[in-house]
């Protein structure tokens, strides 16, 4: 089936540093990922819509310049998350659409903690 | 707009008792619905969807039957094991708003043996 890959797993950063997220699709064209961030008692929020070849649509409350999303291919897409802070620390986990409206892929999720 | 309500959590069972975890949703057009599991340390898996009305999503003993006049997506297991210890999210996707999938806040459940 299709495959989502999510990297790193897990990332500790220092306060002030960015940080860099990819997510691939492996063996199928996604035009269209999503980025998620998942909060301490496991809700799921969606920051941004990501297009491949245009310009991210974020949710209403995510910064832009400090989520910076870049869908430069139909299989990659990277979150940067710039200048970090503690608050920062979540869970991010992105996914991708195989085919419109049937399943959505996700991958496994990037741990980040910022010192 | 388009949003999801999923009951809170969190869930603790015996094994073997039956489960349900309520969902209702708001949408504009007409949404495929879907349940996705998160099991402890992973990501989010797909575990059944139905994409219209009267519909029934079924996959490991787990079912849910879109139902478009009450607008819920209801999930229920007959017999819960230890194994089904999850984060449990009930989710939408609506051609009308370009297939842009919207979330419930996720039911923590836990199986006790």
């Known amino acids: 089936g299709a495959v989502v890959s999510q990297h790193p797993s897990r990332v500790i950063c220092k306060s002030g540093t960015s940080v860099k997220i990819e997510c691939r699709s492996l063996d199928f064209q996604a035009t269209t990922m999503f980025w998620y961030r998942q909060f301490p008692k496991k809700s799921l929020m969606l920051m941004a819509t990501?297009?491949?070849?245009?310009?991210?649509?974020?949710e209403q409350g995510v910064e832009k310049d400090k989520f910076l999303i870049n869908h430069a291919s139909l299989t990659l897409s990277t979150l940067t998350v710039t200048s970090a802070h503690p608050e920062d620390s979540s869970f991010y986990i992105c996914?991708?659409?195989?085919?419109?409206?049937?399943?959505?892929?996700f991958g496994s999720g990037t741990q980040l903690s910022v010192l | 707009g388009d949003s999801v309500t999923q009951m809170e959590g969190p869930v603790t069972l015996s094994e073997e008792a039956f489960l349900t975890i309520n969902c209702t949703y708001t949408a504009t057009g007409y949404p495929s619905l879907f349940w996705y599991v998160q099991y402890p340390g992973e990501g989010l898996q797909l575990l059944l969807k139905a994409t219209k009305a009267d519909d029934k999503g079924s996959n490991k003993g787990f079912e849910a039957t879109y139902r478009k006049e009450t607008t819920s997506f209801h999930l229920e297991k007959g017999s819960v094991q230890v194994s089904d210890s999850a984060v449990y999210f009930c989710?939408?996707?609506?051609?009308?708003?370009?297939?842009?999938?919207?979330f419930g806040t996720g039911t923590s459940l836990t199986v006790i043996p």
């Open positions: 990501s297009n491949e070849g245009s310009k991210a649509t974020y």
């Open positions: 996914s991708a659409i195989w085919r419109t409206n049937e399943k959505l892929f």
């Open positions: 989710a939408l996707s609506d051609q009308y708003t370009g297939n842009q999938f919207y």
